[in-house]
């Protein structure tokens, strides 16, 4: 079955960094479309950066603009989140999310299109 693990969370100070990884199996990895979502307590799970298949594609949220990179290794099965100049705001659990690539046009900020989630990773950061 498809399984997608996050790792890489923890405690930071803001304007400290840190780099979340996804690793994913039980599915052809370079087929899918990959994305990282947050959700902090009380609000809406929410969009943060998606990468296309072939990682020549990258979209993300404006509120990471800048700070935060997507990445992504298919030899690897492994999606990356760099995550620079952190701020308390960013605190949430951080989720990594997969949609077949023939769904979607490059990539999608929607987290009904995703097919498959992982468990979730916390991040927060401290003021």
């Known amino acids: 079955q498809v399984q997608l693990v996050e790792s890489g969370g923890g405690l930071v100070q803001a304007g400290g960094s840190l780099n979340l990884s996804c690793a994913a199996s039980g599915l052809t990895f370079s087929s899918y479309v990959m994305g990282w979502f947050r959700q902090a307590p009380g609000k809406e799970r929410e969009f943060v950066a998606a990468i296309s298949w072939n990682g020549g594609n990258t979209y993300y949220t404006d509120s990471v603009k800048g700070r935060f990179t997507i990445s992504r290794d298919n030899a690897k099965n492994t999606v990356y989140l760099q995550m620079n100049s952190l701020k308390p705001e960013d605190t949430a659990v951080y989720y990594c999310?997969?949609?077949?690539?023939?769904?979607?046009?490059?990539?999608?900020?929607?987290?009904?299109?995703?097919?498959?989630w992982g468990q979730g990773t916390q991040v927060t950061v401290s003021s």
């Open positions: 999310a997969a949609v077949l690539r023939s769904k979607v046009v490059l990539t999608t900020t929607q987290k009904t299109h995703y097919d498959f």
